[in-house]
């Protein structure tokens, strides 16, 4: 009997987790109220209040195990020694996108716990350090093989994170200024996954 207990319980919390990144993604995370995610669920609120306390620390879970996932993905990418580097670039820019269009509330998460000093994303960070670690490696390797210019890794990583993180932190003023839906921003950022690799190439443009 306990152990039919426990598949139950883990079915009950996997489906709570499911309905929530379902409204996480479509209303944003100040707009989802614990009760809505309860319906979705097909639960009471007793219940997902008994598993996860509040909606913030559901939040949390969620978006670190996210983070955590996307990271697993990039680092067979940067470990395969035999991937041209064009081909790294658009791979990890539409790794990325792919990701931030699922988790739009997850580069604000992301920013207010390393404001804080948060400790919840600690093994995250070290296994996305291993990840960065990997791309720059890939990078001096290729300026020391006059592949690609010079550059300064520090201006071409916030540049790149810049080209790809900036638009999902100001959808809603880009949306507003250029009177477009959020459909056509998803569009967009579809366009962005062939085009942020093309600019990236013209700022490391060979000599």
Known sequence: MAKRIKKEDVSAEE???????KLFTE???AAVKTRDIAAE????????????????KLFDI??????????????????DENLPLDEILLQVTSTYIDMLKQNPDLPFF????MKNDSTKLLHVRGK??????????????????GKISQVRLGHFMMNFMGLVIFPFVAKP??????????????DLMEERKELVPVWLKAIMKAK
Do not use: T, W
Not at 128 to 144: L, P, W
């Open 173 to 186: 003023i880009l949306m507003k200024v250029n009177d477009i839906s959020s459909k056509e921003f998803d």
């Open 27 to 29: 209303k944003g995370f």
């Open 15 to 21: 489906k709570i987790k499911q309905a929530a990144r």
């Open 62 to 79: 969620i978006m670190i195990e996210n983070f955590d996932q996307f990271v697993k993905q990039l680092i067979p990418v940067l470990g």
């Open 110 to 113: 992301i920013m207010n716990e």
């Open 41 to 56: 669920a097909g639960i009471n609120l007793a219940l997902l209040n008994y598993y996860f306390r509040s909606k913030q």
């Open 128 to 145: 996305m350090s291993h990840v960065r670690a990997g791309f720059i490696k890939r990078m001096e390797g290729a300026m020391k093989d």
